[in-house]
């Protein structure tokens, strides 16, 4: 009876899984998913220093479900500049709830600001304090329906096959 319980699920999981255009994402450098409810995005993980400083400079696109999800060791009240960074950017401050599960504080959108501004970018400022910050492109938590007060939760990347 439990081989059959085990089959039934499996064909019940196989008939109900996305398409491949909406599959779940695999295997994003640093192999982390940040999932809100049926909206999964395939993030890089940004934890030491220079990985903060760096982000995402310098890329000139992104993949349409993809971003970074910047962790500190402890919550932060500092903002965040697109110094360097070529394309628009919303970025969620979440706070951790429990274990890897996050809580959005406060979203903002954010643009670029050219090599020739020098020092002079934009500081985004969440005035809310965050253990977690995650880059995605401009509009993405608008268009998936995250929201201050949505949750997320960060997990390991499936490898790709």
């Excluded at 220093?49 to 349409?64: F, I, S, T």
């Excluded at 608008?142 to 939760?153: A, L, Y």
Aim: proline share 7%; charged share 15%.
């Amino acid at each position: 009876m439990r081989k059959w319980s085990v089959l039934l699920l499996l064909v019940v999981f196989a008939a109900c899984s996305p398409t491949s255009k909406s599959a779940t994402p695999t295997e994003p450098p640093g192999g982390a998913l940040m999932a809100f409810g049926n909206h999964v995005a395939a993030v890089e993980l940004a934890v030491t220093a220079p990985e903060w400083q760096k982000g995402l400079m310098n890329r000139k696109e992104m993949d349409p479900d993809h971003g970074m999800a910047f962790i500190f060791p402890s919550s932060q009240q500092l903002g965040f500049w697109m110094k360097d960074t070529l394309i628009p950017l919303s970025i969620a401050f979440m706070q951790r709830k429990q274990g890897q599960t996050y809580r959005v504080a406060k979203i903002l959108d954010m643009q670029p600001c050219p090599a020739s501004a020098g020092n002079n970018c934009t500081i985004y400022n969440p005035n809310v304090s965050y253990d977690l910050a995650l880059e995605m492109n401009l509009g993405w938590f608008r268009r998936n329906g995250v929201h201050v007060g949505s949750t997320g939760r960060l997990g390991r990347a499936p490898k790709k096959s």
